[in-house]
Nanobody, 122 residues
């Protein structure tokens, strides 16, 4: 599946932002989807993931309670609603997909979008 992330931008601390990831193809509902992020000088890290049906979601401890992942299989889109943003959330955010069960490991994901920049700063 081909993935296209969008929705990044500059936001003040405490603000909100919603990222979208549009998928091409007719098998989107077969894919577990995830968001990862990579800050300058750091490794790409897991943020959140959602199962094929949307019934299971998992989050990194650093974003739990602030971020919400969701998906619309009819729209072939996965979302990341981010609230109470902090400067530490500044990173390039990537969406990723895999055929199979939802999980955290980066290497489990086969298909990646191009990334969208999120900057949290006053």
């Amino acid at each position: 599946v081909q993935l296209q992330a969008s929705g990044g931008g500059l936001v003040q601390p405490g603000g909100s932002l919603r990222l979208s990831c549009a998928a091409s193809g007719r098998t989107f509902s077969s894919y577990s989807m995830a968001w990862f992020r990579q800050a300058p000088g750091k490794e790409r890290e897991f943020v959140a993931a959602i199962s094929r049906s949307g019934g299971v979601t998992i989050y990194a401890d650093s974003v739990k309670g602030r971020f919400t992942i969701s998906r619309g299989n009819a729209e072939n889109t996965v979302y990341l609603q981010m609230s109470s943003l902090k400067p530490d959330d500044t990173a390039v955010y990537y969406c990723a997909g895999r055929v199979g069960l939802v999980g955290r490991p980066r290497d489990d994901y086969d298909d990646w979008g191009q990334g969208t920049q999120v900057t949290v700063s006053s």
